[in-house]
């Protein structure tokens, strides 16, 4: 799959943990909303779509809603998403 488009909407708070949510296109036909951009200890990181819930001992629980199977993907989708929030 090729990634035809990218869309990224920063966050208002400069210094703020999520920096900007993302959507992407995947060969012209498919869209995936809700990426974020993260600010993390090493860095800006691209994290796919997720739910969370608290397991039976109430402990958070967070579940990747969409994910590509290959590493080679996971990487463009990244790269590219970084490259957008850059511009």
């Known amino acids: 799959m090729k990634i035809t488009k990218v869309d990224v ?3 208002k ?3 703020a943990f999520i920096r900007a949510h993302a959507q992407i296109e995947l060969d012209g ?3 995936v909303k809700n990426l974020t951009v993260r ?10 779509p997720q739910t ?4 039976k001992d109430g402990k958070m629980v967070y579940k ?9 993907l996971r990487k463009e989708i990244g ?3 970084l ?4 511009k």
Do not use: C, H, I, W
């Open 64 to 72: 990747d809603e969409v994910f590509p199977v290959s590493g080679e």
């Open 9 to 11: 909407f920063k966050t």
């Open 52 to 55: 969370s819930y608290k397991d």
């Open 29 to 31: 036909e498919l869209v």
């Open 39 to 48: 600010n993390g200890k090493n860095g800006l990181y691209v994290e796919m």
């Open 83 to 86: 490259e957008a929030y850059e």
């Open 79 to 81: 790269r590219q998403v």
């Open 13 to 15: 708070a400069e210094n």
